[in-house]
């Protein structure tokens, strides 16, 4: 079973930024997903580690940047212009298949991690 650990959530005001990391071994199609309190969870951002193909949700683009260490088998999401809506828990995500499309939808992902919360303030 492919093992997924998030880390990096917190609390950040309003503009500020966060970095979340996912160690992640092996998964060649990773992402992330979000889920505010009460609300389903969402798309935010895909990578193909192979060739560092990227998607990205209308809600976050040009804020949020996911990226990929295959040195260290570690998954980045970098968050910037955090705002409050953004706040929720965040998943790390991979597809089963090396060379899966960046879906965003979260049923058609194979492994999550448990989450990091990501809290934004006004």
């Known amino acids: 079973q492919v093992q997924l650990v998030e880390s990096g959530g917190g609390l950040v005001q309003a503009g500020g930024s966060l970095r979340l990391s996912c160690a992640a071994s092996?998964?060649?199609?990773m992402g992330w997903f979000r889920q505010a309190p009460g609300k389903e969870r969402e798309f935010a951002a895909a990578?193909?580690?192979?060739?560092?193909?990227?998607r990205y949700a209308d809600s976050v683009k040009g804020r949020f940047t996911i990226s990929t260490d295959n040195a260290k088998n570690t998954v980045y999401l970098q968050m910037n212009s955090l705002k409050v809506e953004d706040t929720g828990v965040y998943y790390c995500?991979?597809?089963?298949?090396?060379?899966?499309?960046?879906?965003?939808?979260?049923?058609?992902?194979?492994?999550w991690g448990q989450g990091t919360q990501v809290t934004v303030s006004s």
């Open positions: 995500a991979a597809r089963r298949r090396q060379f899966s499309r960046l879906t965003t939808t979260y049923v058609d992902w194979d492994y």
């Open positions: 092996g998964p060649n199609v």
């Open positions: 990578i193909r580690r192979t060739d560092s193909s990227t």
